[in-house]
């Protein structure tokens, strides 16, 4: 892990000394509940991405926290048009993650888990052929074929005409797999917002304007409106905000 990002909380416990690992660990760390969090980053003017890619937005800090999200993460939870679009790899730590989790008793990787309605998945992808856990896919029971993905990775049949979220999350506790966290894209965040899933949001807001035409972090058929309350506010030394809103 490196502490080359300087940050330092803001709210509601204000002090300007930077945050070391372990005290930015607790800060986001595991809940006693099995949990689904949400990981966004955007820019001030609520840009879900710049030149069409989420990693224009990120700089080192926002990739702090990306990094130790993961480290204490069960499950990763990504929609199979970002898993293609970003050109996710095998989700892998290093050493010192991996020792962090084996002291936790938590097993040296998280699990992969890519949710997609039509299977359409390149299993020679790394993030399939180099996976140091066996991936799960959850999609829907119509789905075609696709046994060159079966070689691969766990197919997880949930919804007649598209992925159930709710079952699709309710089998991953079943396996384990309680504290999920969830890299999107806007459409799944939608999706997960409409279905009442989501515990938490963690969100960077990058200190630049994207100007007209990118997306926002969440998309797809409107929902009703529901309280989240903030729980920090985190302040990089670029100038990028790390929020963190929780259900009670």
């Given amino acids: 892990m490196t502490a080359d990002a300087p940050i330092s909380a803001l709210w509601p416990d204000p002090s300007p000394a930077p945050l070391d690992d372990d005290a930015l660990t607790a800060l986001y760390r595991r809940a006693d509940t099995p949990q689904l969090r949400m990981n966004f980053v955007t820019s001030v003017d609520g840009a879900v991405s710049l030149d069409g890619y989420s990693a224009g937005l990120s700089g080192e800090p926002d990739k702090r926290v990306f990094r130790l999200l993961r480290m204490v993460c069960d499950a990763l939870l990504v929609a199979a048009g970002t898993l293609r679009h970003e050109g996710y790899r095998a989700l892998r ?6 020792a962090w989790r084996r002291r936790h008793g938590l097993a040296e990787y998280p699990t992969l888990v ?3 309605n039509s299977l359409d998945l390149d299993p020679a992808q790394a993030a399939f ?6 991936p799960i896919v959850l999609t829907r029971d119509g789905a075609p074929a696709a046994p060159d993905l079966a070689a691969v990775a766990d ?9 159930d979220l709710a079952v699709g999350l309710a089998e991953l506790r079943r396996r384990g797999l309680d504290q999920v966290l969830c890299e999107g894209g806007p459409h ?3 999706a997960l917002t409409a279905a009442d899933l989501v515990d938490e949001v963690c969100l960077s807001v990058a200190p630049l304007l994207a100007g007209a035409g990118a997306g926002r972090i969440t998309a797809g058929t409107p929902s009703a409106a529901r309280h989240l309350p903030l729980r920090h ?3 990089a030394g670029d100038g990028t905000l790390l929020l963190r809103h929780a259900r009670p």
Wanted: hydrophobic share 50%.
């Fill in 129 to 134: 052929a180099d996976a140091p856990v066996r």
């Fill in 155 to 163: 197919l997880v049949h949930c919804g007649a005409d598209e992925v």
């Fill in 114 to 116: 890519v949710v997609s």
């Fill in 93 to 98: 730590l290093d050493e010192q993650r991996r």
């Fill in 233 to 235: 506010v985190l302040l």
């Fill in 188 to 190: 799944l965040f939608g």
